[in-house]
């Protein structure tokens, strides 16, 4: 299968679980941890945030309570049904909505503060590529941020029993994901890779 086929077969299946997607998650907690992450992870109110893999919306919305007037989210996904569900739920012109993928950013040079993928990283075909237009569209000293909710194992059992044109998007260990950050010139700040989650923090460039 070519790459062109997998990214397609990936657009059809989750354009085929947007209407199910919020209800597979306790949405309150879900914001709840997100606002907490980002005292954690210092997000500053004026930012503007790349949420690459936006899906139906969830971590734009609890960045929009974040964020102040000067804030800006970036929403990309690959899937225009998930675009869609979001779009129907957050009315708010701090966010540009954009139909792309990781590799190929629909994005200015140093546009953003901060990128953060919830939930989306082991669906990225070529990471190395996609480590690239992070580069690229990150301002000096941006930040990265990995996160999922649940352990390695359990993502990759959820997507091993999936549709095919996910079982093979499997998360490797943080250190070894760290280590390609740290290939690609981003200074790992920290990971995680436990029961409750799988995390990495990054900066573009050294961060003093």
């Known amino acids: 299968m070519s790459a062109e086929q997998q990214i397609d077969g990936r657009i059809a299946f989750f354009d085929s679980i947007a209407d199910a997607w919020d209800g597979w998650h306790d949405l309150p907690l879900l914001e709840a941890r997100l606002q907490a992450e980002f005292d954690a992870l210092g997000v500053q109110r004026g930012e503007c945030v790349l949420d690459i893999g936006c899906g139906t919306g969830n971590l734009t919305k609890a960045l929009l309570s974040r964020l102040d007037s000067a804030g800006r989210v970036f929403a990309v996904d690959i899937s225009p049904v998930m675009l869609e569900?979001?779009?129907?739920?957050?009315?708010?012109?701090?966010?540009?909505?954009?139909?792309?993928?990781?590799?190929?950013?629909?994005?200015?040079?140093?546009?953003c503060d901060r990128i953060i993928c919830f939930s989306a990283w082991p669906h990225f075909e070529d990471p190395e590529a996609v480590l690239a237009e992070f580069g690229r569209v990150l301002r000096a000293g941006g930040h990265v941020q990995i996160l999922h909710y649940i352990s390695r194992e359990e993502v990759n059992q959820i997507h091993s029993e999936a549709h095919p044109s996910v079982q093979a998007d499997l998360l490797a260990p943080a250190s070894e994901v760290a280590v390609l950050f740290e290939r690609n010139g981003f200074e790992v700040l920290s990971v995680a890779d436990d029961a409750s989650c799988y995390a990495l923090n990054a900066c573009k460039g050294r961060c003093l």
């Open 85 to 111: 569900r979001a779009q129907n739920k957050i009315n708010d012109p701090r966010v540009c909505w954009l139909q792309g993928a990781a590799h190929q950013l629909p994005l200015a040079d140093g546009s």
